[in-house]
């Protein structure tokens, strides 16, 4: 079993910056794909980033593009979401997600086999 806890959440402002942190324990497979997840109160889940672990290759909502960076640093298990130019629509709670490989765009949620708790991003106006 892959236990997944993500950190980082919070308040900020908008244009604002946060680090979100995905730590995976006992390890990250090779053939992992991690996705940041998120959902905003009265709203569906949306796939927001994906890292394919043993390729390195990243994908990004439209909404993200250009602003939020995913990346992983493999001796720490750990998967980052670097958060730039924060907008009150990226208000949400973002979960880390894991499966085999990574689907295109980000696949169903109930696709992924492991999921941490969350953690809130609130940014105001």
């Known amino acids: 079993q892959v236990r997944l806890v993500e950190s980082g959440g919070g308040s900020v402002q908008a244009g604002g910056s946060l680090r979100l942190s995905c730590s995976a324990s006992?390890?990250?497979?090779?053939?992992?794909?991690m996705t940041w997840f998120r959902q905003a109160p009265g709203k569906g889940r949306e796939g927001v980033a994906a890292?394919?672990?043993?390729?390195?290759?990243?994908y990004y909502a439209d909404s993200v593009k250009g602003r939020f960076t995913i990346s992983q640093d493999n001796a720490k298990n750990t998967v980052y979401l670097q958060m730039n130019s924060l907008k009150p629509e990226d208000t949400a709670m973002y979960y880390c997600?894991?499966?085999?490989?990574?689907?295109?765009?980000?696949?169903?949620?109930?696709?992924?086999?492991?999921w941490g708790q969350g953690t809130h991003v609130t940014v105001s106006s």
């Open positions: 006992p390890y990250i497979h090779s053939s992992n794909c």
């Open positions: 997600a894991a499966r085999y490989l990574c689907p295109h765009p980000f696949g169903a949620s109930w696709e992924y086999n492991y």
């Open positions: 890292i394919y672990i043993g390729g390195g290759s990243t």
